[in-house]
């Protein structure tokens, strides 16, 4: 099964800086942040004891795609298994048997990673992007830890930055009028297309939590944060 594609649908692979036609170097931190958007779907909330199930993401550097991943593997032996948390992501148990092994799906998911960060470079590492963020980096943990790997951190900045949280300083004061704060609602509120029926599938998820990503950013640059001095 192949996992990685050379960039998102309908991009071409991103290989010098757009702004300054710099050829980019994937072990090189002066090209821009190395940003890794990641959202999973697993067996349950409870963490470490519920397993991963689907690991998505994309990898950007200096704004531009690099990859995109998707994987979807059998939880260990161990994990516990929510039938509840299983039908919110459209799968039932007999479903899990045709996924991959999770030791094959994480040195696959490993080699991915290693190909934009030295993990022995303390300077070099990933912010990790998501929705709900500390929730997606918790689970990611703790799937290194039953890989074998306690190294999570050689490739990960901490904190995660977490979407969600950005989204909700942007929109408090309309925060009454939202029924909810998922995926979906936090998009369409913003302005953005969200389909509710493709959400809890992480590969849509991703998709859709970077989008929001981008336009806050946006939004930032428009209205910078105020300084001490700046009249309000």
């Known amino acids: 099964m192949k996992y990685v594609q ?6 071409g692979p991103v290989e010098k800086d757009p702004s300054t036609g710099v050829k980019l170097d994937p072990k090189d931190l002066s090209t821009g942040p190395k940003l890794i958007y990641l959202d999973v779907e697993t067996t349950g909330i409870s963490c470490p004891e519920s397993g991963i199930i689907q690991l998505a993401g994309a990898i950007e550097i200096a704004g531009g795609e690099k990859k995109l991943f998707n994987y979807r593997m059998r939880p260990f032996p161990q994990d516990q298994i929510s039938d ?9 148990r007999a479903d899990l048997e045709g996924y991959e092994e999770p030791l094959i799906a994480f040195k696959d998911f490993v080699k991915t990673l290693s190909a ?12 990790l992007v998501g929705y709900n963020a500390h929730f997606d980096a918790g689970h990611l943990r703790a799937w290194f830890e039953k890989n074998g790997d306690k190294y999570f951190g050689s490739w990960f900045w901490h904190p995660p930055l977490d979407v969600m949280g950005f989204a909700n300083i942007v929109l408090m004061r309309r925060r009454p009028a939202l029924s909810n704060f998922k995926l979906a609602t936090v998009a369409e509120a913003l302005g953005l297309e969200a389909d509710e029926a493709q959400t809890h ?8 939590t970077r989008s929001i990503f981008h336009l806050l950013m946006d ?4 209205q910078p944060i105020r300084n001490g001095n700046a009249k309000a």
């Open 6 to 11: 050379n960039c998102l649908p309908g991009m």
């Open 84 to 92: 509840e948390a299983l039908a919110v992501n459209g799968v039932i």
């Open 116 to 127: 934009y960060v030295d993990r022995y470079d303390r300077g070099d590492k990933f912010h």
């Open 201 to 208: 599938d992480a590969l849509y998820d991703i998709s859709l």
């Open 219 to 222: 939004k930032l640059k428009e």
